[in-house]
């Protein structure tokens, strides 16, 4: 939960213990912690200042000056992270922390149109049986919350819409979900409050009717030739009780960025209403994460269209050469056959020489011709008509290639 401090307190902070071990203490870096210095015009002590206070010599403080026009009397510290975080969430964390620490929401007066919309038309909702209204129309904010909490969730949310600003962030219904958008990163989110389901107990007035039914059903089943039974009345089997606890909840799904921070609840140290500098620090954090989990999904979606592309270039390769080996096969048989009927053909011509044989000489005159076509579809001009014909071996070598669905 973020802290508050006003200038002189912070001042104090700052000239009681070195800045380095100060910023341990807020999980900063000593840069952040300068940088929050100068933003309030708050001095701190000069390089050697402490050393020489430890050795026992005479140190000034340098006296801290009046606030400027413009410069916030409040100085707001919003929680750090204490697990680990990877360096570029962790700098943006950082930089959200020092944007925050000029935050001072105290004497404003908060609105938002899309947010009075939003609260105006829950409070004309009727709860359903858990107790709690739910708002989650498009346009609208999405809100899920019993009755009496709904005043106390607006003025939280008017509050997180300010440092949401000053964070960078609009808050925007243009999409069909409410967003916090920085102008390249829109992200969604939700108010809720829990509730308990508890086992129904029947009502001494419940167990009243029941009776009075079971005694009035009795009455009905007597005047008939029917065997009464016992009868249920549908009494419901849980009864539901809002907590009055609230949440505030991101809804986005990260792929690559899965530790970070999405819900922000009521606790018995804090409460929704104080936790705004912080709402907005992890609404910073978590547009950095989205920014990074989008790039990693589009250079996952590049590498994948890129083997993609691979795969189908192999595919339309290998289709290439089936056909490319399949028109060279029928070549080498027309080949072969036109070898096989040239051999005969000398064969019988030479028998000719020395018999009379008319149709066989016929037959051999109509060989030679075959031998001649076969002899020119196999010579250069013949054999690029047939690529030509076959599409083989040129720019429409892929004709009427498809690259396999599943892949």
């Not at 709690?132 to 939280?156: F, K, N, Q």
Request: positive net charge; glycine residues 4%.
């Amino acid at each position: 939960m973020s802290q508050r401090f006003t200038r002189e307190e912070f001042y104090e902070l700052v000239w009681s213990k070195p800045m380095t071990h100060l910023a341990k203490d807020f999980r900063l870096s000593d840069v952040a912690l300068h940088k929050i210095c100068r933003k309030h015009d708050i001095p701190n002590p000069p390089l050697g200042w402490w050393a020489k206070h430890a050795a026992g010599h005479k140190v000034k403080r340098i006296p801290l000056p009046k606030a400027k026009a413009g410069v916030a009397l409040t100085v707001v510290i919003a929680s750090g992270e204490v697990r680990q975080e990877p360096g570029n969430l962790a700098s943006a964390r950082e930089q959200a922390r020092i944007k925050a620490s000029e935050l001072d929401l105290s004497g404003e007066v908060l609105s938002h149109p899309l947010v009075q919309k939003s609260f105006d038309k829950l409070r004309k909702a009727k709860p359903g049986n858990t107790g709690i209204v739910t708002l989650s129309s498009e346009g609208y904010v999405h809100l899920e919350m019993a009755p009496a909490s709904i005043d106390r969730a607006e003025l939280c949310l008017l509050q997180i819409v300010a440092a949401a600003k000053a964070q960078g962030f609009e808050l925007s219904a243009k999409a069909s979900k409410a967003t916090f958008s920085n102008g390249s990163v829109a992200i969604p989110f939700a108010i809720k409050e829990a509730y308990k389901r508890i086992k129904h107990v029947l009502t001494p007035e419940e167990i009243a009717e029941d009776e009075r039914r079971q005694r009035r059903r009795s009455r009905d089943w007597s005047r008939s030739d029917w065997t009464p039974h016992s009868f249920s009345f549908g009494r419901p089997e849980w009864d539901y009780i809002p907590t009055g606890q609230l949440a505030f909840e991101f809804d986005i799904h990260l792929r690559y960025a899965s530790q970070v921070r999405r819900a922000f609840k009521d606790a018995k140290l804090q409460r929704l209403e104080n936790l705004a500098p912080d709402i907005a620090v992890g609404l910073a954090v978590l547009a950095a994460a989205k920014a990074e989990d989008d790039q990693k999904a589009e250079e996952a979606r590049l590498r994948e269209e890129e083997a993609k592309r691979r795969r189908i270039e192999a595919q339309r390769l290998a289709y290439i050469a089936e056909r490319r080996d399949k028109v060279i096969e029928d070549v080498f048989a027309r080949l072969e056959r036109r070898d096989r009927l040239a051999a005969f053909v000398t064969r019988l011509e030479e028998e000719l020489a020395d018999e009379q044989a008319t149709r066989v000489a016929e037959f051999v005159a109509w060989a030679r011709t075959k031998l001649s076509a076969a002899d020119q579809r196999l010579s250069a001009a013949g054999l690029d008509e047939l690529f030509q014909e076959q599409h083989i071996f040129g720019a429409d070598d892929d004709r009427g290639f498809y690259p396999k669905s599943y892949w």
